[in-house]
């Protein structure tokens, strides 16, 4: 059973930056996909960026040029580096892991995803 527990989530102003963690225990899968989701209220739940254990990764819209993710898998850890936050950008993110290996582009879609963390909240004020 794999869990998946966030943290770093802050409150920041427009501009700001912040580092998401996600650690996952449990984890027996060498072929691997994880990311970064969020939802905002009364939103549906999109995906932010992806990561594959063979590198490659997948960012929305939302996210190029001002987020970053990586992993090491060493330690077991995701990261969400986000730089120039704006207010928009405020949500609860979740950590979400899969050991299937998607298509570049599916990698973003939620559904594909079956183990989810309970979410780190993150909200941007102007």
């Known amino acids: 059973q794999v869990k998946l527990v966030e943290s770093g989530g802050d409150s920041v102003q427009a501009g700001g930056s912040l580092t998401l963690s996600c650690v996952a225990s449990g984890w027996e899968y060498s072929t691997h996909c994880m990311g970064w989701f969020r939802q905002a209220p009364g939103k549906e739940r999109e995906g932010v960026a992806v990561?594959?254990?063979?590198?490659?990764?997948n960012y929305a819209d939302l996210a190029e040029g001002r987020f970053t993710i990586s992993e090491d898998n060493a330690k077991d850890m995701l990261y969400l580096q986000m730089n120039n936050l704006k207010p928009e950008d405020t949500a609860m993110y979740y950590c979400?892991?899969?050991?299937?290996?998607?298509?570049?582009?599916?990698?973003?879609?939620?559904?594909?995803?079956?183990?989810w963390g309970q979410g780190t909240q993150v909200t941007v004020s102007s």
């Open positions: 979400a892991a899969t050991d299937n290996g998607l298509q570049t582009y599916i990698m973003l879609e939620a559904r594909w995803y079956d183990s």
């Open positions: 990561i594959s254990s063979d590198g490659r990764t």
